[in-house]
Nanobody, 126 residues
């Protein structure tokens, strides 16, 4: 069992930065893969980025490459999403999700993950 708690969302202007955090508790977090998904109102959730906590290999959606970076601090059981050069279309509720032993080819798929946080809202508006 893993419990996830996101934080760091807010209201920012285009071009600003935010850092989201996903803090985990309850299990050996190092054995998990963790992803961020963003869901805008009326839309399906979209994959943003994922990282394997053992080894640190990561992947990012094409829409955020060069702007967002996922990272992890295993000692703190925390995964981060650094969001730079934010755009209005990045506005969404951002959720972190975790899966023990997830395979690489499945990291972009929501159904891969069986633990989810409550989400943190990011709004980008001028």
């Amino acid at each position: 069992q893993v419990q996830l708690a996101e934080s760091g969302g807010g209201v920012v202007r285009p071009g600003d930065s935010l850092r989201l955090s996903c803090a985990a508790s309850g299990d050996t977090f190092r054995e998990y893969a963790v992803a961020w998904f963003g869901q805008a109102p009326g839309k399906d959730g979209e994959f943003v980025a994922a990282v394997r906590l053992s080894g640190g290999n990561s992947i990012h959606a094409d829409s955020v490459k060069g702007r967002f970076t996922i990272s992890r601090n295993n000692a703190r059981n925390t995964v981060y999403l650094q969001m730079n050069s934010l755009k209005p279309e990045d506005s969404a509720m951002y959720y972190c999700a975790a899966k023990k032993g997830a395979i690489w080819s499945a990291l972009r798929t929501q159904s891969t993950y069986n633990y989810w946080g409550q989400g943190t809202q990011v709004t980008v508006s001028s």
